[in-house]
């Protein structure tokens, strides 16, 4: 199939899809969003549900999902940290890494054969935490300083939580390259390397495989250059009047997930 010809979802083989904004909303999934996995499930869809969210293990991450109304496997789930995990893995094997972050990102990063540790690392790594160690954050800037290389699990400047925005790993490494003048390498959204690491989990090819996305500057601007076709869902951040600000389209724009079924 070549890419200039227009594809159909009865034509994808394997589907990307982000998490927050297009399968749950404030932890409650969107509707359609259960029946859509099914379907998927049901035809024999390969997929990955993608989160920017470093936090959490696969695991934990299958828990949370189900207490919200969808039932996903671990194994159908792909972070930030599984990401940044495998493309440090493929730099440095079995290096050294100090870390700020939780279970998800130390996790993933021990299963990829990192030791983590403040003696001398190879990489200081950047995710998601409840709560930023000001102890952490001037141990990580003194050893970049020292020459260790920096990472962040992804861009994202806040993050949400019930009493308003939080400062999330983009704000915090805003403050470690301020103080060391040195800009981390970012593997999640939008870098396309969040993308093709995904694909790489369930054997995909950029002809036949398709992201679903509520952002326009994250999933549809990565989806698009990574040569996927992209669904952009109007359940999340992006409104209809954003799009146009952009130079560039979704393939499809749908009120929700629940407009793709009928069409799989």
Not at 7 to 25: P, Q, S, Y
Not at 109 to 115: D, K, N, S, T, V
Request: charged residues 20%; contains cysteine; proline residues 6%.
């Amino acid at each position: 199939m070549a890419h200039d010809e227009p594809r159909k979802a009865e034509d994808i083989e394997c589907w990307l899809t982000d998490m927050d904004g297009v399968l749950v909303h404030e932890n409650q999934a969107v509707p359609g969003a259960a029946e859509l996995i099914q379907r998927w499930v049901d035809t024999s869809r390969r997929f990955l549900v993608l989160t920017n969210n470093s936090i959490y293990t696969p695991r934990d991450l299958a828990a949370r999902l189900k207490a919200s109304g969808l039932q996903i496997p671990e194994e159908n789930l792909w972070t930030s940290a599984l990401a940044t995990a495998e493309f440090m893995k493929s730099q440095m094997p079995g290096g050294r890494a100090f870390v700020i972050g939780e279970a998800g990102l130390t996790t993933a990063l021990h299963e990829a054969g990192f030791i983590l540790t403040d003696q001398s690392p190879d990489y200081v790594v950047l995710g998601e935490t409840r709560s930023y160690s000001f102890d952490a954050i001037t141990k990580a800037i003194r050893l970049i300083g020292e020459g260790a290389r920096f990472i962040a699990t992804n861009p994202d400047a806040t993050g949400p939580s019930k009493e308003g925005p939080l400062p999330a790993t983009g704000a915090i490494a805003a403050l470690i390259t301020k103080a060391t003048n040195r800009e981390p390498y970012v593997v999640g959204k939008p870098n396309p390397m969040m993308f093709r690491s995904a694909m790489n989990q369930i054997e995909a090819h950029s002809e036949t495989t398709a992201m679903i996305g509520d952002r326009m500057d994250t999933d549809i601007i990565a989806g698009m250059e990574a040569g996927l076709h992209t669904v952009l869902v109007l359940t999340g951040i992006t409104q209809p009047g954003d799009v146009d600000a952009f130079p560039f389209r979704p393939d499809q724009t749908l009120e929700s997930v629940a407009e793709l079924i009928p069409l799989i």
